[in-house]
């Protein structure tokens, strides 16, 4: 879908020559998140920029959809290619039907049309279409405007989108939120999206892959998941964090550990539990924490009915930290 | 709250004043000249309002386009030589520019149209670079990574948010262009400059304030009309943003 | 040349006059200051009061100098001051407020609220707040004010001429009245470098302190 084949990307200014982007090479498969993770000036954001040609590309090539992007219309291929920036961008003269418009009216669809898109694109985001249709971005919070930001990139379907870290100037709780209804739209829309980010939790999250990047070099690429458990060398050791395998474990639900573990306790499942319990498809992080601050250490495992399914504790975990992420994969 | 109180209050103050200097022009005779010459006052004022509207009219339609010109990336080079001129043109006194192009193209209206059409120019000129430079550049980001070509860029994007500055450069431009249009007596020009000046080498105060008060009740009066014209003009959206500036 | 001819036989004339512009200027412009910075500082912490004041200040500014100055004749004929220094101080210093003033209450009212803050946290009383922590951060703007005020009073000044203030406006004057032409354009010119130098010295200084 999109292939980056020795990108690279040189800065000249006088007698100075800064490589931005040295020598790239992977690819992204059709209905991916890829995440460009890496601290600032790293060259995620150069390298996301080139994809729509708003840096030009020093030498290599970037094919989308098997197409070299130099060989294309830079317009037609811009429209083709959904954009969101941090701050949204939001055109501050613009109601927020003609924001979302923008690129539909430049294709020259009809009045209808862009109508019902917007409406499609507001329901899906969340939000009243009518209204919300004659207001303007100031008048919406940062997570409105930032919403508005995204309807507008998915405006004319683009199969492509790039985003540049979306969420990066919303509150956590915010953030989290859109996070979560982005996982959600995507879901449905299989769109291939590259998103810098700078921020681990955030790439873990939202990433099919991470590409980490450090002073214009790739340093890994890989499922989150292979990332945390196995870091490529000291940088992405660092970068990652010491606490990498909890964050690993917010990959993994209950579910997965159920599957492992042969001698999961149904024994003790006996009489009545009166203790804490815990969702299935809960994330294994919380559920470590849950047993943390359990009385006895033991915490019950329910399904979506209630179902009681059997009893975790804290010596569960170390089945776990000896097997391989793909061997996880496979079992589920 | 207090807002619309202090606005009342503002309103209901300048009301005062207005009538205040109104019923002062009466009993110092100033009606008494405009009821016994009203022929003179209404000449004179057109003459004013031409000077004026012409004058401006011409520093629109030259200093707009500069200004664009100048921010496109071809001549972005240049625009330092531009703005420090403006700059400095600014600060050389309206009576020195008027007395200067006097000196060289002699007394007429001409005279008084080309000194007042510089003297215009570098606000809006100013106001129009510095309101397209000011475009917030994630914007701009935004468009062209969306696929706008330069012109919608242009036209869709920088203009309209442009627009508030550049209508402000035109106010500020045409309200100092009424003050400074009464200077155009001195060098030919005519306009109500003629009843102020007359009025005070005569000691005249009914004289001379049959011509002052109507300058000021003009520039007053452009002022609110081109706030009201800013106001249907510059995009909604753009509005409050700008009031909370 | 004829204006090389005219200056030079002229200097003593010309720099006296220059010296009644600076003066005029300086002392309108000084009176604005100790006046305006005060008043501006004080709409500052009386928001109520804020908009009135700007507003007032706001629509003297649109009146047209040459008209203000008429106006001022009359006034200052009943004190039999009709003519001359004093009505021309006072429409100047009237006209010098509005930047000093506004400049003051933006400059106070944009010091970041953390900083203030801050010092409120610290215990400084509302005076001690203002001379060391508000007053020192304003500066800049409050300068820069200053610099509008006097640029544009050098300019006003030279109107002021023709209700005999004096100052180099004295040379435009003279020069139109008696189409002279090397005498216009050396008032028109002098009272132009006058204007450029103080403001080119006085955006240096605002440069220096804005830095600190």
């Given at each position: 879908?999109?292939?980056?084949?020795?990108?690279?990307?040189?800065?000249?200014?006088?007698?100075?020559?800064?490589?931005?982007?040295?020598?790239?090479?992977?690819?992204?498969?059709?209905?991916?998140?890829?995440?460009?993770?890496?601290?600032?000036?790293?060259?995620?954001?150069?390298?996301?920029?080139?994809?729509?040609?708003?840096?030009?590309?020093?030498?290599?090539?970037?094919?989308?959809?098997?197409?070299?992007?130099?060989?294309?219309?830079?317009?037609?291929?811009?429209?083709?290619?959904?954009?969101?920036?941090?701050?949204?961008?939001?055109?501050?003269?613009?109601?927020?039907?003609?924001?979302?418009?923008?690129?539909?009216?430049?294709?020259?669809?009809?009045?209808?049309?862009?109508?019902?898109?917007?409406?499609?694109?507001?329901?899906?985001?969340?939000?009243?279409?009518?209204?919300?249709?004659?207001?303007?971005?100031?008048?919406?919070?940062?997570?409105?405007?930032?919403?508005?930001?995204?309807?507008?990139?998915?405006?004319?379907?683009?199969?492509?989108?790039?985003?540049?870290?979306?969420?990066?100037?919303?509150?956590?709780?915010?953030?989290?939120?859109?996070?979560?209804?982005?996982?959600?739209?995507?879901?449905?829309?299989?769109?291939?999206?590259?998103?810098?980010?700078?921020?681990?939790?955030?790439?873990?999250?939202?990433?099919?892959?991470?590409?980490?990047?450090?002073?214009?070099?790739?340093?890994?690429?890989?499922?989150?998941?292979?990332?945390?458990?196995?870091?490529?060398?000291?940088?992405?050791?660092?970068?990652?964090?010491?606490?990498?395998?909890?964050?690993?474990?917010?990959?993994?639900?209950?579910?997965?550990?159920?599957?492992?573990?042969?001698?999961?306790?149904?024994?003790?499942?006996?009489?009545?539990?009166?203790?804490?319990?815990?969702?299935?498809?809960?994330?294994?992080?919380?559920?470590?924490?849950?047993?943390?601050?359990?009385?006895?250490?033991?915490?019950?495992?329910?399904?979506?009915?209630?179902?009681?399914?059997?009893?975790?504790?804290?010596?569960?975990?170390?089945?776990?930290?000896?097997?391989?992420?793909?061997?996880?994969?496979?079992?589920? | 709250?207090?807002?619309?109180?202090?606005?009342?209050?503002?309103?209901?103050?300048?009301?005062?004043?207005?009538?205040?200097?109104?019923?002062?022009?009466?009993?110092?005779?100033?009606?008494?000249?405009?009821?016994?010459?009203?022929?003179?006052?209404?000449?004179?004022?057109?003459?004013?309002?031409?000077?004026?509207?012409?004058?401006?009219?011409?520093?629109?339609?030259?200093?707009?386009?500069?200004?664009?010109?100048?921010?496109?990336?071809?001549?972005?080079?240049?625009?330092?030589?531009?703005?420090?001129?403006?700059?400095?043109?600014?600060?050389?006194?309206?009576?020195?520019?008027?007395?200067?192009?006097?000196?060289?193209?002699?007394?007429?209206?001409?005279?008084?149209?080309?000194?007042?059409?510089?003297?215009?120019?570098?606000?809006?000129?100013?106001?129009?670079?510095?309101?397209?430079?000011?475009?917030?550049?994630?914007?701009?980001?935004?468009?062209?990574?969306?696929?706008?070509?330069?012109?919608?860029?242009?036209?869709?994007?920088?203009?309209?948010?442009?627009?508030?500055?550049?209508?402000?450069?035109?106010?500020?431009s045409v309200v100092i262009n009424v003050g400074t249009g009464a200077l155009a007596f001195l060098i030919g020009g005519g306009g109500l400059g003629d009843l102020i000046f007359t009025g005070i080498s005569l000691y005249d105060t009914g004289i001379m304030l049959s011509g002052a008060v109507p300058v000021i009740l003009l520039a007053v009066l452009l002022d609110v009309l081109l706030g009201k014209l800013e106001k249907i003009i510059v995009p909604?959206?753009?509005?409050?943003?700008?009031?909370?500036? | 040349?004829?204006?090389?001819?005219?200056?030079?036989?002229?200097?003593?004339?010309?720099?006296?006059?220059?010296?009644?512009?600076?003066?005029?200027?300086?002392?309108?412009?000084?009176?604005?200051?100790?006046?305006?910075?005060?008043?501006?500082?004080?709409?500052?912490?009386?928001?109520?009061?804020?908009?009135?004041?700007?507003?007032?200040?706001?629509?003297?500014?649109?009146?047209?100098?040459?008209?203000?100055?008429?106006?001022?004749?009359?006034?200052?004929?009943?004190?039999?001051?009709?003519?001359?220094?004093?009505?021309?101080?006072?429409?100047?210093?009237?006209?010098?407020?509005?930047?000093?003033?506004?400049?003051?209450?933006?400059?106070?009212?944009?010091?970041?609220?953390?900083?203030?803050?801050?010092?409120?946290?610290?215990?400084?009383?509302?005076?001690?707040?203002?001379?060391?922590?508000?007053?020192?951060?304003?500066?800049?703007?409050?300068?820069?004010?200053?610099?509008?005020?006097?640029?544009?009073?050098?300019?006003?000044?030279?109107?002021?001429?023709?209700?005999?203030?004096?100052?180099?406006?004295?040379?435009?004057?003279?020069?139109?009245?008696?189409?002279?032409?090397?005498?216009?354009?050396?008032?028109?010119?002098?009272?132009?470098?006058?204007?450029?130098?103080?403001?080119?010295?006085?955006?240096?200084?605002?440069?220096?302190?804005?830095?600190?």
């Amino acid at each position: 879908m999109i292939e980056f084949q020795n990108v690279t990307k040189i800065y000249e200014s006088g007698d100075k020559k800064v490589t931005a982007v040295n020598n790239i090479n992977f690819h992204v498969e059709p209905g991916e998140i890829c995440v460009f993770l890496g601290p600032s000036g790293c060259g995620k954001t150069t390298l996301l920029r080139m994809v729509n040609r708003l840096i030009p590309i020093t030498s290599g090539s970037i094919e989308v959809e098997g197409k070299n992007i130099n060989s294309m219309d830079i317009i037609k291929l811009r429209r083709s290619i959904g954009y969101v920036i941090q701050h949204n961008g939001l055109f501050p003269n613009m109601t927020i039907e003609d924001n979302i418009n923008v690129v539909p009216k430049m294709l020259g669809w009809d009045q209808n049309r862009m109508k019902n898109r917007y409406s499609e694109l507001m329901e899906m985001m969340g939000l009243d279409p009518g209204q919300f249709q004659k207001r303007y971005p100031y008048e919406l919070s940062g997570g409105q405007q930032q919403r508005i930001g995204i309807a507008r990139a998915l405006a004319a379907d683009p199969p492509v989108m790039l985003m540049d870290e979306p969420f990066g100037a919303l509150d956590p709780v915010i953030r989290d939120r859109l996070q979560n209804e982005f996982l959600r739209i995507q879901k449905e829309m299989k769109k291939t999206i590259l998103f810098v980010s700078h921020d681990i939790d955030e790439a873990i999250k939202l990433g099919d892959k991470v590409a980490i990047f450090d002073t214009g070099k790739l340093m890994q690429i890989g499922t989150p998941d292979e990332i945390l458990s196995n870091p490529k060398n000291d940088f992405v050791r660092d970068f990652v964090g010491d606490d990498r395998a909890l964050k690993r474990l917010t990959l993994l639900k209950v579910r997965d550990l159920m599957v492992l573990s042969d001698r999961f306790r149904k024994s003790r499942l006996n009489s009545e539990w009166h203790g804490q319990v815990i969702s299935v498809n809960e994330n294994l992080k919380t559920a470590l924490s849950q047993l943390l601050s359990a009385p006895n250490g033991e915490i019950c495992v329910v399904d979506d009915h209630n179902k009681k399914l059997g009893v975790l504790c804290v010596s569960d975990f170390n089945l776990f930290t000896e097997v391989h992420p793909k061997d996880i994969s496979i079992v589920r | 709250m207090s807002g619309k109180k202090t606005e009342k209050i503002v309103k209901a103050g300048l009301y005062v004043v207005v009538i205040s200097i109104l019923g002062w022009a009466y009993f110092s005779g100033a009606f008494q000249f405009i009821i016994d010459n009203p022929k003179d006052l209404l000449y004179l004022t057109g003459q004013h309002l031409k000077l004026v509207g012409i004058s401006a009219a011409l520093a629109i339609a030259t200093a707009i386009p500069l200004g664009i010109l100048i921010t496109r990336p071809k001549f972005k080079k240049l625009d330092w030589i531009v703005l420090n001129f403006a700059n400095i043109g600014q600060t050389v006194p309206s009576l020195a520019i008027l007395a200067l192009v006097m000196s060289y193209f002699g007394l007429g209206w001409q005279t008084a149209i080309f000194a007042l059409w510089f003297n215009s120019l570098l606000p809006i000129l100013r106001n129009t670079v510095a309101g397209i430079e000011n475009v917030n550049p994630q914007i701009i980001d935004a468009g062209k990574g969306m696929g706008m070509t330069s012109k919608q860029i242009f036209f869709k994007l920088e203009l309209p948010n442009a627009l508030y500055a550049i209508m402000a450069g035109i106010r500020t431009s045409v309200v100092i262009n009424v003050g400074t249009g009464a200077l155009a007596f001195l060098i030919g020009g005519g306009g109500l400059g003629d009843l102020i000046f007359t009025g005070i080498s005569l000691y005249d105060t009914g004289i001379m304030l049959s011509g002052a008060v109507p300058v000021i009740l003009l520039a007053v009066l452009l002022d609110v009309l081109l706030g009201k014209l800013e106001k249907i003009i510059v995009p909604r959206g753009l509005q409050r943003t700008l009031e909370a500036a | 040349m004829e204006i090389l001819e005219f200056v030079q036989a002229n200097w003593p004339e010309i720099l006296e006059m220059t010296l009644e512009h600076i003066e005029l200027v300086g002392l309108a412009v000084g009176i604005a200051i100790i006046t305006g910075v005060p008043f501006g500082i004080y709409i500052s912490q009386k928001e109520s009061l804020a908009s009135l004041v700007l507003a007032v200040a706001g629509i003297i500014m649109t009146i047209p100098s040459i008209a203000l100055f008429g106006i001022m004749i009359p006034i200052f004929s009943l004190i039999n001051q009709g003519i001359g220094f004093l009505p021309a101080i006072v429409a100047l210093i009237l006209y010098s407020q509005l930047p000093i003033i506004r400049n003051t209450y933006i400059a106070i009212k944009n010091v970041d609220p953390n900083v203030r803050d801050a010092a409120i946290g610290m215990g400084m009383t509302t005076f001690q707040r203002l001379l060391k922590v508000e007053l020192p951060l304003a500066f800049p703007v409050i300068m820069a004010g200053v610099r509008t005020a006097i640029v544009l009073t050098i300019g006003i000044g030279a109107i002021a001429a023709y209700i005999g203030a004096g100052g180099l406006g004295g040379y435009i004057a003279r020069g139109i009245s008696t189409s002279y032409a090397v005498m216009i354009q050396v008032g028109a010119i002098s009272v132009s470098i006058l204007a450029i130098s103080i403001d080119v010295l006085l955006g240096k200084l605002q440069k220096r302190f804005s830095s600190v």
